[in-house]
């Protein structure tokens, strides 16, 4: 007969806890799965019905303790980025100031902002004497992030960000999407109509593998790295 109340006994409770810990600290938490696998199995051949379907862990989990240090200052880093949001925000509507056929996908760039910054601040590398650059796949409708961080970086003008999504009608202005035939000093691949983006990104990779495999190229230390949102997994199919 199942106990109504599964802490009875809270002592007891503890003790397998205390128990638990004190492999781990001494002879390491492989030890403990083993054990702790060895009880489940004994416990279901007694017949109880114990349930361990619940999410795994992630491939790269380590404990807490094991986590390097996060460099440069997240203070800074999280003010930056604050201001990289609002600046999206900004383009997006005073754009729409002009006509409100613009549009802009004002929540798609918010929702991913921290991806994004963490990429451009600790992980992808831009062409250098050293380096000859990742690949960058862009989600398309996060393009009014990317502009408002360049235009905290002083690469594009507050006129240019007053020209989002009126690349055609107004000179100099921001093309709605990543299109580096619009803006060929700017983005690297289209990502827009929905769905090129990871296409594109796992054929890039294939061809960067290709290329090094041949002798053609060395292309090591060079990753490619895609955005993917629903839309670009839903059209496709």
């Known amino acids: 007969m199942p106990l109504e109340n599964p802490e009875l006994d809270p002592i007891e409770a503890e003790e397998w806890l205390d128990a638990v810990e004190d492999v781990v600290e001494h002879d390491g938490t492989e030890r403990a799965e083993q054990l702790l696998g060895k009880a489940v199995d004994r416990a279901r051949g007694l017949g109880a019905a114990i349930h361990t379907s619940g999410p795994t862990p992630y491939v790269n989990t380590i404990p807490a303790d094991q986590e390097p240090e996060l460099p440069g200052d997240p203070e800074i880093e999280k003010r930056v980025r604050s201001m990289v949001r609002w600046n999206a925000i900004a383009a997006v509507l005073r754009a729409n100031l002009e006509s409100s056929e613009l549009g802009g996908h004002i929540a798609s760039f918010q929702s991913a902002a921290m991806l994004y910054e963490i990429g451009f601040n600790h992980f992808w590398h831009a062409p250098s004497e050293e380096h000859d650059g990742d690949q960058i796949y862009i989600q398309g409708h996060s393009s009014p992030g990317i502009y408002s961080r360049s235009f905290l ?3 594009l003008s507050e006129e240019q960000m007053l020209g989002f999504r009126q690349e055609v009608s107004r000179e100099g202005g921001l093309s709605s999407y990543p299109h ?5 000093d700017y983005w690297q691949y289209p990502t827009v109509s929905m769905g090129l983006g990871p296409i594109m990104a796992i054929h890039q990779a ?5 290329l090094d495999d041949r002798g053609l190229r060395d292309t090591k230390g060079r990753t490619v790295w895609a955005f993917l949102g629903d839309g670009e997994t839903d059209e496709p199919e």
């Not at 580096?180 to 060929?184: E, H, I, T, V």
């Open 206 to 210: 294939y061809f960067m593998r290709y």
């Open 153 to 155: 970086e002083g690469r």
């Open 180 to 184: 580096p035939w619009l803006m060929p």
